[in-house]
């Protein structure tokens, strides 16, 4: 059986160096979900970190941003703290997976808090897209971004 850590490094690798300099490229790194229940509940952001080190020193052009799902109930700075662990190329923008629409503003506030004791700046956004959410949930959600932004 391979070692599903280094497959997942070399598939990565790989479809990240197909893709031409000129597009922008991004990495989505998620420890699962189905029917919005988490396959694996991480007990902080190591796993990915390390992830995200190993993949970005071995693509042979550069890696543009990175997403980091947030939990919803991870609103702790432990959470986090590996993420001063991150060795990305300085113009690799970062994207936090801190909007849940289930405690909206005041939970990404205190999400935002814990993440800004470790990582400077960021962008936010869903913990893990819009892909399996009803179309009518969709414009409130991003309505939420929206106000999560400005903040």
């Not at 070399?10 to 000129?22: A, C, N, R, S, Y």
């Amino acid at each position: 059986m391979q070692d599903p850590r280094a497959e997942t490094i070399k598939q990565l690798i790989k479809l990240g160096t197909m893709v031409p300099d000129e597009v922008e490229l991004g990495c989505h790194l998620c420890y699962g979900d189905f029917n919005h229940k988490h396959s694996i509940e991480p007990k902080d952001s190591d796993i990915m970190v390390q992830l995200a080190n190993l993949v970005s020193a071995a693509l042979e052009r550069p890696l543009n941003w990175l997403h980091l799902p947030v939990p919803r109930n991870r609103d702790d700075e432990a959470y986090f703290a590996p993420l001063a662990k991150l060795r990305l190329p300085a113009d690799c923008e970062i994207y936090l997976g801190l909007i849940h629409a289930t405690d909206g503003i005041e939970g990404a506030k205190r999400r935002i808090s814990a993440a800004e004791c470790t990582v400077p700046k960021f962008g936010v956004a869903t913990e893990c897209g819009f892909g399996r959410r009803p179309a009518e949930t969709v414009p409130q959600l991003l309505a939420l971004h929206r106000q999560v932004a400005d903040l």
